[in-house]
């Protein structure tokens, strides 16, 4: 008897250790893994800004974000100052009259008024939520703003798959300690 209250205190303080581990990757992976993102993105954005910036015709901005998006594996968008897409790694040449402007949206105006923005959001554009950050780039006297973007579906599973193994360990725990207690 005494051997199967001492498994049972072993599995217990286990279930509590375990359930503290599952609550703390829950709450601070995601934040960790975005911060990850993010600084690989500010790194992106400056390298993208570099190229954007040699370019002086604006009707070659689109093939310029492919180019870019490409070589990078993000998706770079650039924005002229009345919110116009003039470039959009996402979206075809044909389709980019098509897109709704963009001047408003939260990352470039930050961009435009603070010298950078940054937004977690979901992409109507490409259905899936991404995380934007925009910086102000001078070409010619006009202010264009270059945006990056990354989806961040991948945190999402990579934060699953560390649920499932920890729900994983905790069963094989709980048969373990079934196996000694018995």
Do not use: W
């Not at 102000?136 to 991948?154: C, G, H, L, M």
């Amino acid at each position: 008897k005494i051997h199967a209250k001492v498994t049972m205190v072993f599995f217990i303080a286990f279930f509590i250790v375990l359930l503290g581990l599952f609550i703390c990757i829950d709450k601070n992976i995601h934040a960790i893994l975005i911060n990850n993102i993010e600084k690989n993105l500010q790194q992106e954005l400056s390298l993208a800004k570099s190229f954007i910036q040699k370019e002086s015709d604006p009707r070659k901005f689109d093939d310029l974000s492919d180019l870019i998006s490409k070589n990078l594996l993000i998706r770079i968008t650039i924005i002229d100052p009345e919110g116009l897409v003039l470039g959009d790694s996402a979206k075809d040449n044909k389709e980019l009259f098509s897109m709704e402007n963009h001047l408003n949206r939260q990352e470039v105006q930050g961009a435009l008024k603070k010298g950078f923005g940054k937004r977690l959001r979901y992409s109507t554009t490409i259905n899936k939520e991404m995380l934007y950050m925009a910086i102000p780039v001078k070409i010619a006297e006009k202010t264009y703003v270059v945006r990056v973007a990354k989806p961040i579906t991948e945190i999402d599973l990579f934060t699953k798959k560390i649920k499932e193994v920890m729900v994983g360990s905790f069963v094989f725990a709980f048969l373990i300690a079934i196996c000694i207690g018995v």
